[in-house]
């Protein structure tokens, strides 16, 4: 398995990718909206800020990854991973931490500092993430799902972060997304 950071001719198959991956977990109109998500993030952010990394087996995506800025007031290099998915057949291979890792490196040599989810802390504290408190840094629209507020830096062990609201770009700047 390969992984490497996308190429522009990969957008519609990976969009197709978080679509399947998506309604197989979670249901058809799920994946239609993760998949329509995970497009609009490819097409319309800023590609300075942009980072989608792709696991490639036999020439076709199996797995992606999407990071876009994460705004914090007087924080710079702060990133927002959301979202992530492995094709179907992949799952449960380690297919999705690896593409997170190689991500948050590819991150880190970028001279990232921070980055922040929203999910299962099961799953991503296996990749280093951690609860952070909303009374710290206030998510973008108020959580259904608190506990899932996550964040891992990658300059320390540490999360010392200083109190700070956040906004995301346009693409997740939806309460449905929350």
Same mark, same amino acid.
């Given at each position: ?19 399947? #991956? ?14 329509? $998500?995970?497009?609009? $993030? ?45 094709? #179907? ?17 590819? $991150? ?47 300059? #320390? ?14 693409? $997740? ?6």
């Amino acid at each position: 398995m390969k992984f490497s950071a996308f190429e522009q001719k990969q957008i519609i198959e990976i969009k197709e990718m978080f679509t399947q #991956s998506f309604s197989n977990s979670e249901g058809e109109k799920e994946g239609e909206i993760i998949g329509q $998500l995970a497009y609009e $993030l490819m097409t319309i952010t800023d590609p300075a800020g942009l980072h989608v990394f792709v696991a490639i087996q036999n020439d076709k995506v199996v797995g992606s990854i999407i990071f876009t800025p994460l705004i914090l007031e007087n924080t710079k290099n702060v990133f927002l991973l959301s979202p992530v998915a492995v094709h #179907s057949e992949h799952q449960n291979k380690g297919v999705g931490q690896k593409l997170i890792e190689f991500g948050l490196n590819a $991150l880190k040599q970028g001279g990232g500092e921070y980055v922040f989810t929203y999910g299962d802390p099961k799953y991503y504290g296996k990749v280093g993430f951690a609860f952070m408190n909303e009374a710290k840094v206030k998510a973008p629209f108020t959580l259904t799902y608190p506990e899932g507020w996550l964040a891992r830096s990658l300059i #320390s062990d540490d999360l010392e972060i200083f109190s700070a609201h956040s906004s995301c770009v346009q693409a $997740l700047n939806n309460a449905e997304y929350w």
